[in-house]
Every structure is written in C-alpha cells, then in structure tokens.
C-alpha cells in the first residue's frame, strides 16, 4: 500500500478542504468579554469558506456566554454583518466541544457540538470579500462574559479571486 510524504499530504488536505489558518490559544477572558468584537482572521479579496470553528481546548466558564461569527470590510468601508446568529449557551462546555458556522443565511445560529471531537460541517460553503477589498472576520460575545477556558479558531477557506488570502489576526476591539 503506498505512503505518501507528508507535504503530499498536506497538499491534498488544502485541495479537499481549503486553505486552513488558525489563531493560537486564546483565554476566553481575552476575547469573549462582556460584548467584545474579537478580529479573528484577516480576509484579503474574496474567499469561500468552507469551515469556521472555534475548538475549546478546556472547560468554559460556568456563564452563559453566546457567540456569533461576523464580518466587515475595511477596504471600501462596509459596515459589519452578522454570518450567524448567536451559538446557545457555551456554560461550563468542555474541552473538545466546538462552535461552527453551519448555515447558510445570518439568521442560522452557530451551532454548538454535542459531543467532543465531533463537529458539524458549514452546510453550504459561503463567500465573502470582494475583489481587491480588506476585510475581517470576527466573533461578537453577549453581554456574559467568559471567565475561564481556553480557544483556539480555524478557518478553512478557497482564495475566490486573484491574490486572495485569510491570515490570523486576533484583536479585541471593543467592549
């Protein structure tokens, strides 16, 4: 049975599921605070996202924190807009649990694994950007702060137009 190398490997896995960036570990503190618009990743041009998750890498706090995805553009300017609406209650989740981006219209919450290490996938894949635009896309927290836990988000992305990309950019930029 052939092997294959494991730049092969990884070449195949960005051809089926997308460009993959991801933030590092993040304490919920930091970045699900009471109404905080997290940056999460830079988006260059327009992409198509396949996959948008965020990973607890431990407990969650005892809160009701909620969380949705969002985006918005800074090149031309265009206001915010919600890719979701707010996931249920993230209380006391444990490690392995996931927030993603399941549906296909702003009004779909984000939906909250049931089980650890199993996810849902993004229903249909969603494209946003515009040529030669700069953008980003974020997280919006309810106005129950996080107060413990750790995170970690991904996205999973296909460049849609010439020289567009999505790069890691985690900035709190407001409460």
Not at 2 to 22: C, F, H, K, Q, W
Not at 56 to 74: D, I, P, Y
Not at 121 to 146: Q, R, W
Not at 153 to 158: G, P, R, S
Request: glycine share 10%.
């Amino acid at each position: 049975m052939p092997s294959y190398n494991l730049s092969t490997r990884g070449r195949i896995a960005d051809l089926g599921l997308g460009m993959r960036v991801e933030t590092g570990t993040l304490n919920n503190t930091a970045v699900h605070g009471t109404n905080f618009h997290t940056r999460l990743f830079y988006v260059y041009g327009r992409v198509m996202i396949t996959q948008l998750y965020g990973e607890l890498l431990s407990t969650f706090s005892s809160t009701a924190t909620q969380v949705k995805f969002r985006a918005t553009w800074t090149t031309p300017t265009i206001s915010v807009a919600d890719l979701s609406d707010d996931c249920s209650s993230l209380s006391a989740l444990t490690q392995g649990r996931r927030i993603t981006l399941v549906g296909t219209t702003a009004a779909t919450a984000a939906a909250v694994t049931v089980t650890a290490g199993i996810s849902y996938g993004t229903k249909d894949p969603m494209v946003v950007g515009l040529e030669g635009g700069v953008g980003y896309i974020s997280t919006l927290t309810n106005a129950t702060a996080a107060t413990s836990g750790t995170i970690k988000y991904a996205l999973h992305y296909f460049p849609m137009s010439a020289g567009a990309y999505c790069a890691t950019s985690v900035l709190k930029i407001g409460p």
